[in-house]
């Protein structure tokens, strides 16, 4: 069983930066993708960003350049770097763990809220204009 906890949110204005932080326990980051995903009111659950053990990176297309995910795997640690935030920016975050998929010997994570198993609670980042 996994447990991910996340910190960080926040509000900031428009142009801010916030970096979201997801602690887990009792895993290893060499068994699972790890992913960052948001909910907007009256929105479904979107990908944001996944990593994968070797550091390969996905990234929403809404989010590319701006955001940046990384992890250190001594802490158990999950990390969502957000720069240059946007008001449709504004949802409850959550990361999640999945497993990671193969295809001709390589191995690649997704982004789909349907390929994770593990939760966080989340975290609420609110950006104003």
Not at 3 to 27: D, I, K, N, P
Not at 108 to 128: I, K, P
Request: aromatic content about 12%; overall charge neutral; glycine content about 12%.
């Amino acid at each position: 069983q996994v447990q991910l906890e996340e910190s960080g949110g926040g509000s900031v204005q428009s142009g801010g930066s916030l970096r979201l932080s997801c602690a887990a326990s009792t895993y290893t980051y060499s068994d699972y993708c790890m992913g960052w995903f948001r909910q907007a009111p009256g929105k479904e659950r979107e990908g944001v960003a996944a990593i994968d053990s070797d550091g390969s990176t996905r990234y929403a297309v809404s989010v590319k350049g701006r955001f940046t995910v990384s992890q250190d795997n001594a802490k158990n640690m999950l990390y969502l770097q957000m720069n240059n935030l946007k008001p449709e920016d504004t949802a409850m975050y959550s990361c999640a763990a999945g497993p990671r998929y193969y295809s001709g010997g390589d191995s690649y994570c997704l982004l789909s809220r349907f390929d994770y198993n593990y939760w966080g609670q989340g975290t609420q980042v609110t950006v104003s204009a």
